[in-house]
Nanobody
């Protein structure tokens, strides 16, 4: 059984910072890309940032220069550092990972989501 567990969401004022973390656990053979997505009320889920196993990163234009993503392959974790937060960053943030479990087919896994609220 593979699961992703997020932590670090909360309420912050505009201009502030938050750090989200996500840990993958279970019967994991390897993890490919990891990333963060978000979904605001009434909107579709959108990509925020991704990072490959080798460390290559990709960011949504709306967060470039404000957010950074990092991972620890030994610990199966991925983090999202969010600086200069804006009210429009308010959303539920989801961790995603491409995982090859032991004795199962590879697949994309999602965390349960963590709420980030930025007040103006």
């Amino acid at each position: 059984q593979v699961q992703l567990v997020e932590s670090g969401g909360g309420l912050v004022q505009a201009g502030g910072s938050l750090r989200l973390s996500c840990a993958a656990s279970g019967s994991i053979f390897s993890i490919n890309a990891m990333g963060w997505y978000r979904q605001a009320p009434g909107k579709q889920r959108e990509l925020v940032a991704t990072i490959s196993r080798g460390g290559s990163t990709n960011f949504a234009d709306s967060v470039k220069g404000r957010f950074t993503i990092s991972r620890d392959n030994a610990k199966n974790t991925v983090s999202l550092q969010m600086n200069s937060l804006k009210p429009e960053d308010t959303a539920v943030y989801y961790c995603n990972a491409g995982i090859l479990p032991y004795r199962s087919a590879p697949g994309g896994y999602w965390g349960q989501g963590t709420q980030v609220t930025v007040s103006s």
